[in-house]
């Protein structure tokens, strides 16, 4: 016998299929002919489904790539520039491919507001991330829009020196505590 | 965020999962009936609780088909002392499957996931997870895959 087949019928002594599905992928034994006629045509499917695949399925691969890569930055504590809100939004609307200023309608905000957030210079704020999770299809939620903003401003707070001595020097009276 | 069910106290419990890297892990491995030193040449990831990192809940088995678009799931196996009857954790390999869906994604394969069970199995697969059956094998890709993700790893816990 061979040995997954083994395990299969050690397995069923204990487990019913059902039971056996929540806890296995067990892969068929099949010899090496056969596997090479199977792998053939399913090639040739795979092919196929390429070849065919519709706009609207490039579209949900994309975003739920740019999802999942999200996520996992968002779960990492370094800052990465290629991750911030501004770039992040610039390739969003790479992958839906419009025109800025279609896109800026189809969201409700003047599109110079839209330049001023993709160039950095202006932030996002709830509203606009409610939007783009809208926009999206909820396939991103609004929160990982807000959360990319929330993570560069803690990273700009710890390092923007120049900032820091700026605002400090229109503080007045401020208190005083010996370290 | 994986979680993990604990059908005793019906408490969800974070999971993660991690590439082993070194086959010398799969050594000896407590637990598992298939000899899992025979993965070696493929991607293997482990899955385990947070709070108990050091024991191995399951195991995955994947295959990069780049030239196709898809990864194969070669194998899965849950730690028998996890899985009693009635079992103590439930969606184990559930969240290996996502985790294989999400891989598919990342790589720009549509998440697109290749299996080839066991023959009487297949419709148990395909009622469970979704798949579909293309000749021996069955596949899962887009809103199928998404789904397996959503239901198994969710979206808002970040």
Redesign the interface.
């Known amino acids: 016998m061979k040995?997954?087949e083994e395990?299969?019928q050690?397995?069923k002594e204990?487990?019913t299929?059902?039971?056996?599905?929540?806890?296995?992928?067990?892969?068929?034994e099949?010899s090496e002919a056969e596997r090479q006629v199977?792998e053939e045509?399913?090639?040739a499917?795979?092919?196929n489904?390429?070849k065919e695949?519709s706009e609207q399925?490039r579209l949900?691969?994309?975003l739920?790539?740019m999802k999942?890569?999200i996520?996992d930055y968002?779960?990492n504590s370094q800052y990465d520039e290629a991750f911030s809100f501004a770039n992040q939004l610039q390739a969003y609307i790479k992958i839906i491919d419009r025109p800025k200023k279609d896109f800026a309608e189809e969201i409700d905000i003047h599109p110079t507001r839209l330049s001023r957030i993709l160039s950095g210079k202006e932030s996002p704020n709830i509203e606009l991330v409610y939007r783009l999770e809208k926009h999206g299809g909820q396939?991103i939620?609004a929160?990982?829009w807000w959360?990319l903003h929330a993570k560069q401003l803690e990273y700009l707070i710890q390092k923007d020196e120049q900032k820091r001595l700026e605002e400090s020097h229109k503080v007045k009276n401020h208190l005083k505590f010996r370290a | 965020m994986l979680l993990i069910l604990n059908t005793a106290t019906g408490e969800f419990l974070e999971a993660f999962i991690d590439k082993l890297s070194d086959c010398e892990e799969l050594k000896g491995l407590k637990g598992f009936e298939f000899d899992w030193q025979k993965q070696c040449d493929y991607e293997v990831y482990k899955i385990a609780l947070v709070e108990q990192p050091d024991h191995t809940l399951g195991l995955i088995s994947c295959i990069d088909i780049p030239q196709e678009l898809r990864v194969h799931v070669n194998l899965i196996e849950v730690n028998s002392s996890d899985i009693g009857r009635p079992k103590k954790l439930d969606r184990i390999a559930g969240c290996l499957i996502a985790f294989a869906c999400s891989l598919a994604f990342k790589r720009r394969y549509g998440g697109f996931v290749s299996l080839m069970p066991k023959t009487k199995l297949i419709d148990l697969y395909q009622e469970k997870y979704g798949f579909r059956q293309f000749g021996r094998m069955l596949a899962v890709q887009y809103e199928a895959s998404a789904e397996l993700i959503k239901n198994y790893i969710g979206d808002e816990e970040i």
């Open positions: 040995k997954s395990i299969y050690k397995l204990k487990l299929d059902e039971e056996i599905v929540e806890r296995y992928v067990i892969p068929e099949i199977v045509e399913f090639r499917i795979r092919m489904m390429l695949r399925q949900l691969s994309e739920m790539r999942l890569l996520r968002l779960k396939l939620p929160i990982y959360k």
